[in-house]
Structure formats: structure tokens, C-alpha cells
């Protein structure tokens, strides 16, 4: 194995032991990350939701998205850059949380649950393999979302970062100001949102995996589209150091619990396990990467994965507003609904922007 398999598979040992340690520190069981939850977390804080058990301004994504900022900038690859399709990939962002929230976690946290022993995880897992496949149904066929261009000014690419870091003001200012009163921001006092490790250390854990998931391009929908294509496991390596560094963890502090049933922020409904992470995958397919990937792009400068970001967190508000999302209970209805309208949606996107 060549130097640059050790490396990425020496970062997804870390960060799966990461996951693991900051879950013993206090983040949400089988939660150490998860990128749609998280950003569902910031969407609450920011008032965006009224499910008042999830609302907390996750460092750990700001820090994954500042720490992939400096890398790049360090390293020369900050590049302010956009126009493929923004708007289109905007509104597949909101979709993408839509499947990640019926799942009940993104593609990073399918691997944490799995390394828990959360079995419903691998029926969604398996699901998450069948999107991306058929997203490769698409790219042979010509799928292309345009071409972006480079701004002539770096300013576009470094509006998100900018934002994010007013959030960590807001995080960091949080005892000024009064929820109660109606805001700025918000904190549940109950349930995973109220489930957090030291601000400080999650802010470090954020920026290191934001250092290593630049460096790597670390990215478990582009992983698995790479070895259906031309048989690559390069990112395939990360995420299975991932799922062992937090396995081994997750054993040592006796978090590992096999099974179905009772599993932490998860649900047996196995068809919609299996579909909503199906939509993850078949919309990171087509947007050239998973809701990790986007967080790392964003920090790069890419304004049309900057555009998907939002539409997560917007994605994230109308789940919960409109009763899309899951619970431990299962996924009602208008989820359900939502989901297959995702999947057609993204099949009708996949198709008509096939180059001729």
C-alpha cells in the first residue's frame, strides 16, 4: 500500500476515534459527527426550527469548515469559484437533508452507528451503495451539472467561512444574550441537542478533521463511485479506518451494543433506513460529493457547494417544520412522501442534464 493509502487511512483512524472520544465527552450516542444533524442542530439554534430537543450551534462544523479554510489557504488551493447550476444544487441540498433526516443521520454517522452495532445502519448503508450506483447510472450516461468558473475575486468563496465564524461569535457570546426572550440563538434543554462535549475540544476536533478531510478529499459517496467506475478503494480506505477507530473505541468504553432494537437516534423502519439514505446517495452522486465533501468544498472557496451547504440547513428547517424528519418512533407520513419525492426529483435532474 502506497504512502498516500496509509495516510488517509491513518485519518479515518483518527477520526473515528475522535467520534468516539467526543461522544464519551458528551455529544449524542453513535454522534461523535454527523454532518446533517449537526447542521440541523445550527439550523435550530438559529431559529430556523421549532423542535426545540435539537438546537445547538455545532462547533464541530464550523471547525470542519474553518479548518478545511486554512488548510487550503496554506496549502495554495483556496480557489473562489461557481455558477454550475447554484440554484439547482441549492434545492439538492435541501433533498439530501430530507434523506439524511429520514435515515436519521448522513453518510459519516451510517459508519459510526454501524461501528455502535446499530444494525439498522447497515440496511441504510446498503441503501446508501444502491443511490450512488444509480447516480453512476447517470454519470455514464452523461450527467453534468456545468462547469464552474473562477471568480475573479475571492470574496464570493469566503462569505460562507465568514458566516460561520459569526456563528462561533454568537457560540462563544451565548450567555449575553436570552433565549427565552426570543433569541438570537437557541439551546435545547433536553434530548441530542442538549447532548454536547467541552466547546473547546469539539471546536479543535472539527478543525483537525477539517485539516484531514482537505488533505485527503475524504468522501464515502465519492469512494464508492470510484470503485464502481474504475475499481479505486483510495477513499474506501478512509472510511474503513473510520468505522475500526471507532469500533475499537466504542468497544473499549462499552458504547458497542449489536442489534436492531433500542438503538440511540434510530429507527427500525428498514425501508425507509434503506430509502432515505438512497436519496443521500443518489444526490451526492450528482453533486460530486457527500454532505462532508460540501462542508470541505465550501471551505476551498467552491460557492455552488457553499450553495449546498445552505440548502441543507434550509432543508433541515423545513424537515422539522413540516414533520418530514424521523424520530427514534419511525418516519411518518409526510417523510415518507417526501423521500420518494426526493428520488424522483433527483432521477428527473439526473436525466435532463445529460450532455448531448
Known amino acids: 500500500m502506497d504512502r498516500a493509502k496509509w495516510f488517509i487511512l491513518i485519518t479515518g483512524l483518527t477520526i473515528g476515534a475522535i467520534a468516539a472520544i467526543l461522544v464519551k465527552l458528551g455529544n449524542p450516542p453513535n454522534m461523535g459527527f454527523c454532518v446533517a444533524c449537526f447542521e440541523r442542530d445550527i439550523a435550530g439554534a438559529l431559529g430556523l426550527h421549532r423542535a426545540g430537543v435539537v438546537q445547538y450551534m455545532r462547533p464541530e462544523i464550523i471547525g470542519i ?15 473562489s469559484r461557481g455558477g454550475s447550476a447554484t440554484t439547482v444544487r441549492f434545492v439538492m441540498g435541501v433533498f439530501m437533508m430530507i434523506g439524511a433526516l429520514v435515515f436519521l443521520g448522513c453518510p459519516l454517522r451510517d459508519i459510526l452507528r454501524m461501528a455502535g452495532g446499530d444494525f439498522n445502519a447497515v440496511v441504510g448503508f446498503i441503501g ?3 443511490g450512488v450506483g444509480s447516480g453512476v447510472f447517470f454519470l455514464r450516461r452523461g450527467f453534468n451539472l456545468g462547469r ?5 475575486s475571492n470574496v464570493g468563496g469566503l462569505l460562507l467561512p465568514i458566516i460561520f465564524v ?17 433569541g438570537p440563538i437557541f439551546f435545547s434543554k433536553e434530548g441530542p441537542g442538549s447532548m454536547v462535549a467541552p466547546l473547546g475540544i469539539s471546536l479543535l476536533a472539527g478543525l483537525l478533521v477539517g485539516f484531514l478531510a482537505q488533505r485527503t478529499r475524504l468522501c464515502l459517496s465519492g469512494g464508492i463511485r470510484d470503485f464502481i467506475l474504475i475499481r479505486d478503494n483510495y477513499l474506501l480506505i478512509g472510511f474503513i479506518g473510520i468505522f475500526i477507530g471507532a469500533l475499537v473505541l466504542n468497544i473499549a468504553f462499552g458504547f458497542f451494543k449489536p442489534g436492531f432494537a433500542e438503538q440511540p437516534i434510530a429507527h427500525t423502519m428498514h425501508i425507509w433506513n434503506f430509502l432515505g439514505l438512497y436519496l443521500v446517495g443518489l444526490t451526492a452522486t450528482l453533486l460530486g460529493g457527500c454532505p462532508l465533501r460540501q462542508l470541505i468544498l465550501s471551505g476551498e472557496g467552491d460557492m455552488d457547494a457553499a450553495a449546498v451547504v445552505v440548502g441543507m440547513v434550509v432543508g433541515a428547517a423545513f424537515a422539522h417544520n413540516f414533520m418530514l424528519a424521523a424520530s427514534p418512533a419511525g418516519v411518518a407520513t409526510y417523510g415518507q412522501i417526501a423521500c420518494v419525492v ?6 428527473w435532474i439526473g436525466w435532463s442534464f445529460r450532455e448531448e
Open 166 to 182: 459569526f456563528f462561533l461569535f454568537l457560540l462563544l457570546k451565548a450567555t449575553v444574550f436570552n433565549p427565552d426572550a426570543g
Open 342 to 347: 426526493g428520488i424522483l426529483l433527483m432521477g
Open 148 to 152: 464552474a468558473e473562477a471568480s475573479h
Open 65 to 79: 469548515l474553518l479548518g478545511a479554510l486554512l488548510t487550503a489557504m496554506l496549502s495554495g488551493e483556496f480557489k
Open 128 to 130: 446508501f451503495i444502491a
